[in-house]
């Protein structure tokens, strides 16, 4: 029998949800013909494609809001296999998605400031801080979160996700399950990719456990589809910006990845990244910039700075500069082509211990440069991130090796991808517009 919950959930996901968020993006589109465009804006004109994403995600955290008690609901981090809970009917939140987006909104050092009364110190990756202050305080700028009734946590992107989910899992109550692959230096051996399967078999049969429902390896290996399709469609509109102009920035990039990241393995996912694509090559065949006056194109390494996303764009812009290309943005293209549906296990242990951050520096050094010489870029930005330090580690040594191999201008950028607090404004723009003048 349907619950009354479940009944709410699914009207908002499907039916409430979708219509008013469609009136408000029209009533916003309404409000935006009034406007004037700005003529001195150093911007392309905006992508239509954002109205939609703001409503996929509007929706995203709408639904979750009916979501527990409805269906069975996972925390899940950015890295772990997803795919396998989509079958079992799973609503995942993503506590970095929520994080990034708290951090945009300035709300972080509020929640930030709740996880340090609690005592975790502000060495803490700030994302980390700003989720358990906002499950101490239940403060969110999307209303509410779902509570979980399962922790999915991978530690290759760092393990710092582990001590997190940890203390989630003490203050929620709830179980916790952990894949956690072995660092790779080269090429992972065959006993690696046994103990992740091992730890991926536990998963399945915990997310049965808990939704209480049995899926069949075929509904796996549709969601696998999916999900490798949904990478490359993101891929595509990656590579997009290989043209000059480059048809967006990577700015732009950095907020058009929100549902690979949380509804990677969907249909709406896809359906959103193929809108994208089709309005980036058309932007390219009619010669429309992300920027209008694209002079010079760099490279981005590690994650973005939300908190400043609009004023570094600008900066950026004003000068003719675009990032074209950035390595946080390519890490959500590349896992998806090592899926292969007809080995769906093996496959996926192998894709998800290949990710950036679970390969030694060598390999970092081989991504950045072949996304150096594929974009075509004169220079790069290393954000030397004061919470994530496996991102931040080594890149004194890349700086010196791209310049080296590349002969590129390389400038080390101080910052803290959510937190505001850890960031000092001016002389980290002082620093950032000396590097750009130096290309005169
Ligand atoms: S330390 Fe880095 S990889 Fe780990 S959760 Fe924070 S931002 Fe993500």
Redesign the pocket.
């Known amino acids: 029998m349907i619950t009354r919950r479940r009944l709410e959930y699914e009207l908002v996901k499907h039916v409430v949800g979708p219509a008013t968020l469609r009136f408000d993006t029209l009533r916003g589109e309404l409000k935006r013909r009034k406007k004037k465009p700005r003529p001195d804006s150093p911007f392309g004109p905006p992508l239509e494609a954002a109205h939609k994403l703001k409503e996929l995600m509007s929706l995203h955290y709408l639904a979750g809001r009916y979501a527990d008690g409805a269906v069975p609901v996972a925390w899940v ?2 890295g772990f296999p997803v795919e396998f809970l989509r079958p079992f009917g799973f609503h995942a939140v993503y506590p ?1 998605n929520h994080a990034a987006l708290c951090s945009a909104q300035k709300q972080v050092p509020e929640l930030a400031s709740a996880a340090e009364a609690e005592g975790y110190a502000t060495d803490l ?4 801080r700003c989720d358990l202050g906002s499950a101490f305080t239940g403060k969110t700028p999307v209303g509410r979160l779902p509570k979980p009734d399962l922790l999915c946590c991978c530690t290759n ?5 582990l001590y ?1 989910y940890r203390a989630l899992a003490t203050h929620f109550n709830v179980p916790l399950v952990l894949i956690d692959p072995p660092f790779v230096y080269g090429k992972a051996k065959p006993h690696h990719h046994q103990y992740i399967l091992d730890q991926m078999e536990e998963l399945l049969a915990e997310a049965a456990r808990v939704s209480r429902k049995q899926v069949s390896l075929a509904e796996l290996v549709e969601v696998m589809h999916l999900a490798r399709e949904g990478t490359a469609l993101w891929g595509e509109c990656l590579d997009a910006s290989r043209n000059r102009p480059a048809p967006w920035t990577g700015f732009d990039g950095f907020v058009h990845i929100g549902p690979i990241v949380a509804l990677r393995g969907t249909k709406e996912c896809n359906a959103y990244y193929r809108l994208l694509r089709d309005e980036l090559h058309d932007r390219v065949k009619k010669g429309i910039g992300g920027i209008k006056n694209e002079r010079h194109r760099l490279m981005w390494d590690n ?1 973005p700075i939300w908190y400043g996303l609009r004023e570094l764009s600008t900066l950026l812009a004003e000068r003719g500069f675009n990032f074209v290309c950035t390595s946080y943005t390519n890490a959500w293209a590349e896992g998806g082509a090592l899926v292969d549906p007809s080995q769906p296990m093996a496959s996926m242990a192998r894709a998800y211990s290949h990710v950036l ?1 679970n390969q030694d520096l060598k390999n970092r050094l081989s991504v950045l440069e072949r996304l150096a010489r594929t974009y075509e870029v004169e220079g790069a930005v290393l954000h030397s ?1 004061r ?5 931040s580690v080594g890149q004194i040594d890349l700086k010196d090796r791209l310049q080296k191999a590349l002969g590129i201008r390389v400038l080390l950028f101080e910052a803290d ?2 937190d505001p607090r850890a960031y000092a404004k001016e002389p980290a723009e002082n620093r950032l517009t000396a590097f750009l003048e130096s290309f005169a």
């Open positions: 981090t950015s970095e990756c700030s994302y980390a992107i760092c393990q710092t996700l997190w994650l951050l991130d919470s994530c330090k496996p991102y991808h959510a």
